[in-house]
């Protein structure tokens, strides 16, 4: 059964940092690439940052060079590190595969709010 659970979020002045968590069941962690998605209000869900299993990682334009994505896979977790945050960066953050469908099991996401 697949397990995803993301944390991290929170309220966080533009210019500063959070760093999210997602624990993932071992048996999708292991044979997977891993995602971080985010969804803001009124707008698709879109692919932030991926990483694949060994350790290869792409990012989205948008957040080139202020996001770090990592994984630990003793922990089956992956991590999304976030500097200089922006206001339109606000979003729900979701981890995933990085070829998840809306058909896809999704987990509650995490609440990035930054204030200007």
């Known amino acids: 059964q697949v397990r995803l659970v993301e944390s991290g979020g929170g309220l966080v002045q533009a210019g500063g940092s959070l760093r999210l968590s997602c624990a993932a069941s071992?048996?999708?962690?292991?044979?997977?690439?891993m995602g971080w998605y985010r969804q803001a209000p009124g707008k698709q869900r879109e692919l932030v940052a991926s990483?694949?299993?060994?350790?290869?990682?792409n990012y989205a334009d948008s957040v080139k060079g202020r996001f770090t994505i990592s994984r630990d896979n003793a922990k089956n977790t992956v991590y999304l590190q976030m500097n200089s945050l922006k206001p339109e960066d606000t979003a729900v953050y979701y981890c995933?595969?990085?070829?998840?469908?809306?058909?896809?099991?999704w987990g509650q996401g995490t609440q990035v709010t930054v204030s200007s």
């Open positions: 995933n595969t990085p070829w998840a469908t809306q058909n896809y099991y």
């Open positions: 071992r048996s999708f962690f292991s044979i997977n690439d």
């Open positions: 990483i694949n299993r060994g350790g290869s990682t």
